[in-house]
C-alpha cells in the first residue's frame, strides 16, 4: 500500500465568500464548503450526492488505504477530499470525490442518467478496461502491460508485468460512451519494459549460477521466475526477489537431489532388502489355506509346537493370549508379547505376540503369522506385509483365506522366494436357512451378529428378556472378558452369544447357527452392505467339528427387510482381493531417523509427510499405508511435546489412542506433555475417577485408558509407572463388567440404578 506523500492530493480551492453557494449547501462534512469549485450550487452536489453509489468519480477509503488501518475513515479527508455520503457501521463505507472532478461527473450523469440500468453499466465498462489493463491505484490511473523478455536458454521466455500512467480524461470519456475504438486509439501500443536491458543481465546472471548449481533441475526455476515477474514492482525490489525465489529454488532442488539420494538409501525400490536378517536367510514358507474350522490354525501349532524355537503372530491381544496358552497346555513355555505387556515364562521357546511387535533382529526356527488376508486392512495391513518379508525364521507358516493367496505369493516373490500352498477343507457343511429366526426362536448355541456396540448391547437384552442366559462379544471389551464371555458360552453357562464381527477371528466356539441381526456396517464413513469376505469368515463360525456335525447361517427375522436376500446373494460368492492392490508399508524409526538427518528435520509430521508424500515407492507393488491418525498425533506433538527427541515422539505417535474419544487425545497429549517438561507423565486420571462398580461405558473408557498407560509404560520405563495401581484397577473394571454383562437386569436399568446410586 503506498505511503499517504505518494498519493495524489487533491488541491483545496481558496475559501469563497460568505455569501457564497457553499454556504447554501447542506454538506454531510462542514469544512468541506470550502473545497467546492465555486459555480457549484446546491442543485449540482446533490445531483453528484445522489448518484454517489454509481459514479465512477466516486471513490472510498478502502481504494487508497487497507481497512481497518489507522484514521481508516479520515484518510481521504486529509487529501482534500468532499465527503458525498457518510459511513454506515457495519453496511458500507463512505464515499467522497475529489473537487476537480465534479463537472466531470455531471458530465458523466447528463449523458448516462442516474437510473436503476446505470451500474449494470458501468460494471461492464469496467470489466472492459481491466481487459486493457487499465485500473485505479489510489486515484491514478495506470495501465498494466506485458513484456516477454526472451533469455539465452532455448524456449525460455520470462513476461515481465509493470504499470505505466494513463491519462484520465479518455478514461473518463469511456465511461461515458462506451467507445472501446476511441479508448484503444487513446491507450497507444503497449510501450516496453524501460529497464528490461538490466533487468535481462540479472536474469542471465541467476541463470548461469543455476546451471552451475544443478543442471538437471534447471526447468524448475523457470516458473518460479516468471511468477515473480508477474507481480508489478519496481526494479530493485523486482531484482531482490528474483534473487530469493532463485535461493528457494537451490534449497529446494537440494532437497529433492537428498530425497532421491534416501530412496535409494532406505530401499524403497526394494522394501524387503531393509530387512537384512531375513534376506540371509534361505526361507522355507508354507501358506496354510482355508476357511475358518478347517484345522488350519491347529496344524500350525502343531508344527510350532515342535520348533526348537518360533513365534507365533497374532492379530488381536485375545488371540496371542490364546495362543499362549494353546502350547503351554501342550507343555511348551511360551511367552507373551503385546502392546502393553511382555510376561516372559521361564525357559520359553516360543513368543506369543501381536503381529505388531514382530521381532525383525534375532533369527528363529518357525513363525507363524495368523489371519494374514488382514494384509489388506486400510489402517493395520502393514503389519502383515512387515510380517511376511521381515521376520527372521527358516520356516515361515502363513495362515490365511483362499484369496489373499496371489497377493502374498507376489510379495514373496520380491524377497527372491517361493512358496508351498497346503489346502484345507472344512470338516462341516455350512447351511444357509431357508426362513429367517425371529429372536424368540433362538436356541442354546446360537450366536447373533450385530456390528455395533449399542446393538450388541440392546440385542442382549432383548434376548434376556425372554430367559436365555446371553454372553457378549465386541471390540470395545477388554481381552480377559472375552475370554470369560466365550468360556461362558462354550460351558453352557449362557445360552446365547451376541457378537460383532470379533467372532470372525480366531475364536473357536461351540456355534451351531450364525444369525445376522443386519447385512450393513458402518465402516467409519457411512454405513455399507458386508463384503463377501466378510460373511465368509463370520458364517464360517458356524459348526464345529466334533460338537456339532453340520452348521447354519441366516439372519433375524427382526432385521432389515433386504437382509435375508443379501445373504443369499453374498453367501455363494467367493471373496476376492482389492483390484490393483499393493502391500501397504509403514515407517519405522530407521526411516524416521534418516528423513530427518538427511533433510534437517526436526518437526515429526514434517518426517512423515517426506515418507508419505515424497519418498518414490515401487509403485507396481507398494504403497504408502493409512497413517492419518499417526500423522494428526505427530502435529500436535510436535507442539505440545517438542522436548522430546524425534525417536520419543515417533514412539508416542504410535500409541493406541483412540482419537474417537476427545477426552482419551487430551488425556494423552497432557502425559506427553508432562513427560517431555519434567520426565514423568503425572498420575492417571482413571485411577481415582473410575471403579468397578462405575457406569458400563465409564469402565470401558478407563480400561483403554488402562491399556495407553501401560503401552506407554512398557516403551518408557521410569516415566509412567504406578503399575500395581493400574493393574488392579484394569482386574476390578474387568470384574465390573463381567458382572454387568452376566446380570439378568437389563443393562439400562443398571446404568440407571447406579446413576441413583451415586
Known amino acids: 500500500m503506498p505511503s499517504s506523500s505518494d498519493l495524489p492530493v487533491a488541491t483545496p480551492l481558496p475559501a469563497t465568500p460568505a455569501a457564497a453557494a457553499p454556504q447554501r449547501i447542506n454538506l454531510p462534512n462542514p469544512r468541506h464548503a470550502q473545497r467546492l469549485p465555486p459555480h457549484i450550487g446546491k442543485a449540482q452536489f446533490e ?19 487497507a481497512e481497518r488501518s489507522t484514521g481508516f475513515e479520515e484518510h481521504l479527508d486529509r487529501l482534500g477530499y468532499v465527503l458525498l455520503q457518510k459511513a454506515v457501521s457495519g ?108 533487468l535481462v543481465a540479472h536474469l542471465e546472471l541467476m541463470l548461469e549460477r543455476s546451471r552451475v548449481h544443478n543442471p538437471r533441475h534447471l526447468e524448475s526455476l523457470l516458473p518460479r521466475l516468471q511468477s515473480e515477474c508477474a507481480t508489478p514492482q519496481a526494479l530493485p525490489e523486482l531484482k531482490a526477489s528474483l534473487t530469493r525465489a532463485q535461493e528457494r529454488w537451490e534449497h529446494r532442488v537440494t532437497e529433492l537431489d537428498t530425497i532421491e539420494g534416501l530412496n535409494t538409501e532406505l530401499a524403497f525400490q526394494g522394501y524387503p532388502d531393509t530387512f537384512d536378517k531375513a534376506r540371509r536367510l534361505q526361507r522355507s514358507v508354507t501358506l496354510y489355506v482355508g476357511p475358518p474350522n478347517s484345522g488350519k490354525t491347529h496344524a500350525a501349532f502343531e508344527r510350532l509346537a515342535q520348533a526348537h524355537n518360533g513365534a507365533y503372530l497374532a492379530p488381536l491381544r485375545l488371540l496371542a493370549l490364546e495362543g499362549r496358552d494353546r502350547l503351554v497346555g501342550r507343555g511348551v513355555p511360551c511367552s507373551l508379547l503385546t502392546g502393553e505387556e511382555n510376561v516372559p515364562a521361564t525357559d520359553s521357546r516360543v513368543v506369543s505376540s501381536t503381529i505388531e511387535m514382530v521381532g525383525t533382529n534375532k533369527p528363529i526356527d518357525v513363525a507363524v503369522i495368523d489371519e494374514a488376508q488382514m494384509i489388506f486392512d486400510g489402517s493395520r495391513g502393514w503389519a502383515w506385509t512387515q510380517a511376511i518379508v521381515a521376520v527372521p525364521a527358516n520356516e515361515v507358516i ?30 462341516q457343511h455350512v447351511e444357509l436357512l431357508a426362513q429367517p429366526v425371529p429372536i424368540s426362536a433362538l436356541k442354546l448355541g446360537d450366536a447373533v451378529v450385530a456390528f455395533s456396540r449399542r446393538d450388541v448391547l440392546m440385542l442382549r437384552d432383548q434376548i434376556a428378556a425372554s430367559g436365555h442366559p446371553v454372553s457378549v462379544i465386541y471390540g470395545a471389551l477388554p481381552p480377559e472378558v472375552r475370554r470369560r464371555e466365550a468360556e461362558r458360552f462354550a460351558t453352557g453357562e449362557s445360552h446365547i452369544l451376541v457378537a460383532t464381527d470379533a467372532i470372525g477371528m480366531g475364536l473357536n466356539l461351540p456355534i451351531r447357527r450364525v444369525l445376522f441381526s443386519t447385512m450393513t456396517k458402518f465402516d467409519g464413513q457411512g454405513d455399507r452392505t458386508l463384503q463377501e469376505s466378510e460373511v465368509h469368515q463370520i458364517a464360517g463360525r458356524a459348526g464345529r467339528y466334533g460338537i456339532h456335525e453340520e452348521g447354519f447361517v441366516g439372519v433375524l427375522k427382526e432385521a432389515e427387510p433386504t437382509a435375508a436376500r443379501t445373504l443369499k446373494e453374498l453367501l455363494p460368492r467367493t471373496p476376492r482381493a482389492p483390484l490393483d492392490f499393493k502391500a501397504p508399508v509403514a515407517p519405522n524409526g530407521w526411516h524416521v531417523d534418516t528423513i530427518a538427518s538427511r533433510l534437517h528435520k526436526t518437526k515429526l509430521r514434517e518426517v512423515l509427510g517426506v515418507f508419505m508424500e515424497q519418498l518414490k515407492l515401487d509403485d507396481a507393488h507398494f504403497a504408502v499405508a493409512e497413517l492419518d491418525q499417526m500423522l494428526d498425533l505427530a502435529e500436535q506433538l510436535d507442539r505440545c511435546a517438542a522436548a522430546l527427541s524425534l525417536k520419543e515422539r515417533f514412539t508416542y505417535a504410535q500409541a493406541p489412542v483412540d482419537t474417537r474419544t476427545e477426552n482419551q487425545v487430551q488425556a494423552f497429549l497432557g502425559w506427553a506433555s508432562s513427560h517431555a517438561l519434567t520426565g514423568q507423565a503425572g498420575t492417571p486420571w482413571f485411577l481415582s475417577d473410575v471403579d468397578g462398580h462405575s457406569r458400563l461405558d465409564r469402565m470401558e473408557q478407563a480400561l483403554r485408558a488402562c491399556t495407553l498407560w501401560l503401552w506407554l509404560d512398557l516403551r518408557f520405563p521410569g516415566a509412567y509407572g504406578h503399575l500395581d495401581e493400574v493393574i488392579e484397577l484394569r482386574s476390578q473394571l474387568n470384574d465390573g463388567i463381567e458382572r454387568q454383562l452376566k446380570g439378568k437386569r437389563p443393562l439400562a436399568q443398571v446404568r440407571s440404578r447406579q446413576q441413583q446410586r451415586r
Open 398 to 427: 502363513i495362515i490365511c483365506s483362499a484369496y489373499a493367496v496371489p497377493a502374498i505369493e507376489n510379495l514373496l516373490g520380491l524377497c527372491g522366494e517361493r512358496c508351498t500352498v497346503r489346502h484345507f477343507e472344512r470338516k
Open 91 to 198: 453496511a458500507r463505507p463512505s464515499r467522497w470525490i475529489a473537487p476537480d472532478l465534479f463537472d466531470v461527473a455531471l458530465a458523466h450523469i447528463d449523458v448516462v442518467g442516474d437510473g436503476p440500468a446505470v451500474r449494470p453499466l458501468m460494471l461492464e465498462r469496467n470489466a472492459t478496461l481491466e481487459a486493457h489493463g487499465v485500473s485505479r491505484h489510489a486515484g491514478v490511473w495506470t495501465r498494466l502491460i506485458s513484456h516477454g523478455l526472451t533469455l539465452s536458454e532455448p524456449g525460455w521466455r520470462v513476461p515481465v508485468l509493470f504499470h505505466v500512467p494513463v491519462d484520465a480524461q479518455p478514461v473518463w470519456d469511456f465511461y461515458r460512451t462506451g467507445d472501446v475504438a476511441a479508448l484503444g486509439a487513446a491507450l497507444g501500443s503497449p510501450l516496453p519494459y524501460p529497464q528490461a536491458a538490466e
Open 47 to 65: 445531483r453528484v450526492r445522489q448518484a454517489a453509489y454509481r459514479l465512477p468519480q466516486v471513490v472510498k477509503p478502502g481504494d487508497f488505504i
